[in-house]
């Protein structure tokens, strides 16, 4: 694998990438301060994004932009949560840990994959004719930053939504459900055990994972991905089991791995849907290999051009 070296913006460019960062980072907490309803919130947050992202891209035109935004995106997230541990510890407080409401979790998704998908879909609509070296470089340090940016974000969800939030009951009776599709079945009726939301949760959780992982690896497929969604789910559904912080269902391993292989597909689509657009000549757009550009010379053998 060969992974290019970042190309440097110039300082205005870097600077105004900086700023639509910082734009996007206070997008929610404005929402929150003009609208009651957090649906109507959700609405503004995304609408904004993409006027944000469309009109720095078109001032820039180039995909490291849109990488530096979303770096910068995630090291606020970052400088915000150790901001918030400190707080927590120099108080004393109850609790030192920032709490990841839904609102937090869905806004975040919206604000990485805002400027992901635009520079992805972008480059999936971009001509054969218009294909170049230079600009498959410009991409691939855009998907190294992004899928920084990913992990960052990724984690600090993660972290904060399912590892710390844990209060041990070692006392409490514990529940255990080994029956399949029960639990998704009362969750889909509204079940006190469980909800939609809960569902949804459980199913895209570790798509982000995989979906990184078979960026990252290109010999990733889908049976690592099964693989990996057991284990995962096992180690999960186990620590709630023994911590008894959480009922443990054999349907959450299901849904773990569904959300692994879903990852996966989303990767496989786009990349089959890009090689269909550019009449064979990409391959593999979600990856971090330079492949520069084949072409054949008056039916002779294939060389290789850059």
């Not at 995962?232 to 959480?246: A, M």
Request: aromatic residues 10%.
């Amino acid at each position: 694998m060969t992974l290019l070296p970042s190309q440097k913006l110039t300082i205005a460019e870097f600077f105004v990438s900086l700023a639509a960062g910082l734009m996007l980072y206070l997008l929610p907490n404005d929402a929150k301060n003009q609208f009651e309803s957090e649906t109507m919130c959700i609405g503004f947050v995304l609408f904004i994004s993409i006027v944000i992202i469309a009109v720095m891209f078109l001032i820039i035109k180039r995909y490291e932009a849109l990488g530096t935004v979303l770096m910068t995106l995630s090291l606020l997230y970052i400088i915000n949560l150790l901001i918030s541990i400190i707080s927590g510890i120099v108080s004393r407080g109850n609790s030192y840990w920032p709490k990841l409401t839904e609102y937090n979790i869905i806004t975040m998704f919206i604000l990485w994959t805002v400027p992901f998908l635009f520079g992805v879909v972008i480059r999936l609509l971009t001509p054969a004719a218009d294909d170049t070296n230079d600009s498959r470089r410009s991409f691939i340090r855009f998907m190294s930053h992004s899928m920084g940016s990913l992990l960052i974000i990724y984690g600090i969800v993660l972290i904060l939504r399912t590892i710390l939030p844990i209060a041990p009951d070692m006392q409490g009776e514990r529940i255990i459900s080994v029956e399949p599709f029960e639990h998704i079945w009362e969750c889909l009726q509204g079940s006190k055990n469980g909800t939609v939301l809960q569902l949804i949760w459980n199913c895209l959780v570790l798509a982000p994972l995989t979906f990184y992982l078979s960026v990252l690896i290109p010999r990733f497929r889908i049976l690592h991905g099964v693989i990996l969604g057991i284990i995962v789910g096992v180690t999960i559904e186990g620590l709630q089991f023994l911590f008894n912080t959480e009922a443990a269902y054999l349907d959450d391993i299901i849904l773990y791995i569904i959300g692994t292989i879903l990852g996966i597909g989303i990767k496989c689509a786009l990349n089959g849907l890009r090689n269909v657009l550019s009449q064979g000549r990409d391959t593999c757009m979600l990856s971090l290999e330079y492949i520069p550009i084949p072409k054949k010379n008056r039916g002779e053998a294939q060389i290789i051009e850059d």
